[in-house]
Nanobody, 123 residues
Framework: VQLQASGGGLMQAGGSLRLSCVASGRTFSRYGMGWFRQAPGKEREFVAAIKWSGGSTLYADSVKGRFTISRDNAKNTVYLQMNSLKPEDTAVYYC?????????????????WGQGTQVTVSS
């Protein structure tokens, strides 16, 4: 599977953005999907993940209640709806695919990565 992320941009604090990640290949529905982010000078960190079936999700504490991950297997797409954005959400956001049976939250559990999309939140 190959991944293409989009939807990033510049937003004021308190605003919303929706990121999309489109996967190529017929086996998208077999993969767990995740979003990670990396801010300048910081390590890549887990943001959210969703099981292959869409039935289970997991969020980092820093985004819980503000971000929502979802997927549409018919469209080979995973989304990250980001509300109430904060300047500390500024980062490059990456989508990734995992073959782990359960929800994966470590980056080494993901085998395929998209190219990243920049999200900048101004105060």
């Amino acid at each position: 599977v190959q991944l293409q992320a989009s939807g990033g941009g510049l937003m004021q604090a308190g605003g919303s953005l929706r990121l999309s990640c489109v996967a190529s290949g017929r086996t998208f529905s077999r993969y767990g999907m995740g979003w990670f982010r990396q801010a300048p000078g910081k390590e890549r960190e887990f943001v959210a993940a969703i099981k292959w079936s869409g039935g289970s999700t997991l969020y980092a504490d820093s985004v819980k209640g503000r971000f929502t991950i979802s997927r549409d297997n018919a469209k080979n797409t995973v989304y990250l709806q980001m509300n109430s954005l904060k300047p500390e959400d500024t980062a490059v956001y990456y989508c990734a695919a995992s073959q782990r049976v359960g929800i994966a939250l470590r980056s080494d559990e993901y085998s395929t990565w998209g190219q990243g999309t920049q999200v900048t939140v101004s105060s």
